[in-house]
């Protein structure tokens, strides 16, 4: 077995201490191995989903402004999983472990009323990172798709992260489409050596059909004394008129209100996740995420740190060859379900609704991230999944996953004391 550097107290003080005095982004920095991750970010799109029956609700909404408030509750009923189930499994926040181009997490739930919902999950861009996921219900005509990526930042003993990228849902029996944008975070808890996620800013939900949600959220305050709060609001697009308004611990619990009356609450503990369905390890594609990071994983739950270390760059080594080569025969990596455009009329409509109503309210208008920074506009390409399904693409595929496989087999063996934060070239 490999060696494990000190305990994790001791390396974790050695750390803190290293980088009480650092500024500045954090490709530069690194963190003991124990902080790591078995878990790629390509696996954090399924959070938007462990509850299929409140994502399909919108969907039996006859009603603009119900139908409107059930995306609301939906979307704030994922927080809790897209940023603290993961703390609370391991005791504190993980660094995770950054995908390679090309690698994917498939998957399906399968719950008593919603039925099935499918899960696409593929990292679309190395240099910058970018994730792109599609979810959708057949049964119920919902679908999600979105793209995101995370320029991360070190100032005064806090990790502060910015997301790039959207969200969109989209109801077929409506022809109805809302755009969801991402929130900033920041890590509180470095100093004790747990971390955890506190979401901050502003984020938006805009319907197609006219209404807009806005979430503001905060964080442990002198007046809340709790940790991971949020105040929303929906409205009708133009007016000043509160429909409704939500509050409390996205962790938590929440209740929706209309004027002063309660009308409806949220409480994770009364509503479990389910469980996602995912292949076999054996019978995965190699570039499903699992099965592409299986010895990692292994060397993290020993913890062998070493070895962590050793598996981890045979994978990272074997990618900046891949990339290399790409460069030198003009070949660039194709992505197997998704594709990059300049332009998305549907969010573009949206954002020009939104920003009508926030700037007449007085509230900065929202506006899309550069393309530049997550390589274009990401969309689900439903051509590519078809023919991904039919066997159309086989040859293809089997020749993608070859390069990657002799890649792998071929790369050396970097040994690094500490885990980058931040992949860098």
Sequence with gaps: MGRKKGTAKSTWASFLKSIASFNGDLASMTAPPFILSKTSLVEYSAYWTEHPELFVAPAKEQDPEKRALAVLKWFLSTLKQQYSSRSEKLGSEKKPLNPFLG???LGHWEHETAGTTELVSEQVSHHPPVTAYS???????????????QKASFASMTITVKQVGLA?????????????TLPALHIEGLVYGTPYVELERSTIIQSSSGYLAKIEYAGKGWLSGKKN??????????SKEILYTVSGQWIDTFTIKKGKTEVDSFSHKDHPTTPLNISLLENQDPLESR??????AAAIDEGDYEKTGLEKSKIE???RELRKKEKEDGSPWEQR???????NDTVDKLLEVAAKHMVASGVSAVTLDDPSKTNGLWVFDE???????????????????KSVEEATAKAPVTIAQEIPLVDRE
């Design 103 to 105: 690698e994917l997490f």
């Design 135 to 149: 979810i959708f219900n057949k049964k119920h005509g919902v679908k999600l798709q979105g793209y995101n990526g």
């Design 168 to 180: 969109t849902l989209h109801i077929d029996a409506f022809d109805e489409d809302y755009l969801i």
């Design 229 to 238: 709060c949020f105040t929303a609001t929906l409205q009708k697009t133009g």
């Design 291 to 296: 099965r592409a990071w299986a010895k990692v």
């Design 317 to 319: 080594n074997a990618q």
């Design 337 to 343: 379900y998704f594709t990059s455009k300049e332009r």
């Design 383 to 401: 051509q590519k999944y078809e023919d991904v399904k039919s066997g159309k693409r086989d040859e293809v595929l089997k020749a993608a996953v």
